[in-house]
């Protein structure tokens, strides 16, 4: 008979690791309290998918922003005061048409412009849509309630450097003469990932 | 590294969980997570490459298995000890428990040397590089011949970036890919676009 095996310690929950990363930091003067409250507020409060519709319905309704924002989306987020991280270097806008449907993603990790259009939503960042949407993106689309004529033609973009893409929406012809303000108001977030029509 | 991170076109995966207003975050630890990675990448404590390559080295089934910022948590912490800031012995001290660390990284590499410069509508191949360290070339595209869309400006090349080696930085293209050709007979008809680096790339001809 083997000698039995002396109990392994159990691995620490989520909770109880990210307390020793956070006391271990601390424990070096790092004050990761502060960094942790000052995250909070820009996730909370910044990083929000009203930025981008901001961006969208500006697009929508002035010709000359539309293309600049198409030539050099990060310049022209900046007109309306909308920063992006520095390793950040590039915005691509990708316009919809009818008869164009573009999604993004990132096969690799969870990559997004999040200043611009919030904080990905957890199904983005999960291994199904990951994995499936750059081989049966017009499976997946419909899955998710997306159900493209056949004629639209489907444009998936991978995230897989630091550039990063939003999708300008089709502006839906019963909003045409609509204040910017009001237009911002039906700009989603899923729309700018493009896997929802307005 | 062919990781278990690179699932772009992976099979057997089911429905995606899609809910309207998901959110990014479900527990309060989770934003606390995403937080001090945040703080460390501000700090300097590694850069953006150690990190992504720092979840890639995670082992598969504990990648598979852990949540999204059970991820950011791993890299962070795995970073922070093979940097020398805090001992893995203090952070299972701390945490009451064992912490599991990715595993060690096999070395990095520089730009390619015979790299060159692409226009809009080059027909291009993504070398058939295997590359142990980071590379941000999902497997997907390995082999397969695409078209030049755009470029972009430089980036530090993430396969040296993430392994403290001397690089220059360089570009990446926008690749147009057929699904037709990447999984022939096995996929729904689209374009799929992909920001591959210079040092992925050969003219075809």
Redesign the interface.
């Known amino acids: 008979m083997p000698d039995q095996d002396p109990p ?18 601390d424990a ?1 003067g ?1 004050d ?1 309290a502060k ?2 409250e ?3 507020h820009l ?1 909370d409060e910044q990083w929000a998918p009203r930025n981008g519709a901001r961006v969208v319905a500006k697009a929508w309704t002035d010709p000359d922003f539309r293309q600049r924002l198409l030539a050099n989306g990060r310049d022209a987020v900046a007109e309306l005061g909308l920063t992006m991280p520095k ?1 950040h ?2 915005l ?1 806008v990708l316009e919809n048409t009818p008869t164009l449907q573009n999604v993004i993603c990132c ?4 990559c997004t412009a999040f200043t611009i259009i ?6 983005y ?16 689309l419909k ?3 997306l159900d493209l004529p056949a004629e639209v ?11 990063r893409y939003m999708v300008l929406p089709v502006q839906p012809p019963e909003t045409l003469g609509w204040p910017e303000e009001r237009l911002a108001e039906i700009v989603t977030r ?1 729309g700018m990932i493009g ?1 929802a029509r307005l | 590294m062919d990781g278990m ?7 057997g ?8 207003n ?5 527990a309060p ?1 989770e ?6 990675h ?2 460390a990448v ?2 300097g404590i590694y850069n ?1 490459d150690e990190y ?1 390559h720092a ?1 890639e080295r995670m082992e598969p089934r504990h990648y ?1 298995s852990a ?4 991820r950011t ?1 791993t890299s ?2 795995t970073l ?1 000890v093979e940097k020398g ?2 001992p893995r012995e ?11 660390l990715a595993t060690p990284s096999a070395p990095g590499r520089t730009n390619v040397a015979t790299r060159e410069r692409f226009q809009q509508g080059d027909r291009v191949r993504v070398r058939l590089d295997y590359v142990p360290g980071h590379v ?3 497997g ?1 595209i390995r082999g397969k011949t695409g078209v030049v869309v ?1 470029e ?2 430089a ?1 530090p090349f ?1 396969d040296a970036h993430a392994h403290s080696v001397e690089a220059v930085d360089e570009p ?1 293209y ?1 690749v147009r890919f057929r ?1 037709e050709e ?2 022939p007979n ?12 210079q040092s992925y790339l050969e003219r075809v001809e």
């Open positions: 392994q310690p159990a691995v620490a929950s989520v909770e109880q690791r990210v307390d020793a990363l956070q006391g271990a930091l070096r790092l990761p960094a942790v000052e995250f909070t996730a390793h270097r590039h691509v096969t690799l990790c969870s919030g904080l990905p939503p957890d199904w960042k999960d291994l199904e849509y990951r994995s499936r949407v750059v081989r049966q993106s017009r499976t997946v899955e998710m309630g033609e489907i444009r998936v973009w991978d995230t897989t450097a630091d550039t899923d896997v | 991170h690179d699932l772009g076109g992976k099979q995966f089911g429905t995606v969980r899609y809910t309207l998901a959110t990014a975050f479900h630890w934003k606390r997570a995403n937080a001090l945040s703080f501000k700090l953006m992504r979840i598979l949540s999204y910022y059970e948590l962070l912490a922070c800031l805090i203090e952070l299972e001290q701390r945490a009451h428990g064992i912490f599991p941000r070339m999902p997907y755009s972009s400006p980036y993430p990446t926008d699904t990447l999984w096995s996929a729904d008809p689209a374009l799929v676009h992909v920001g591959v680096f």
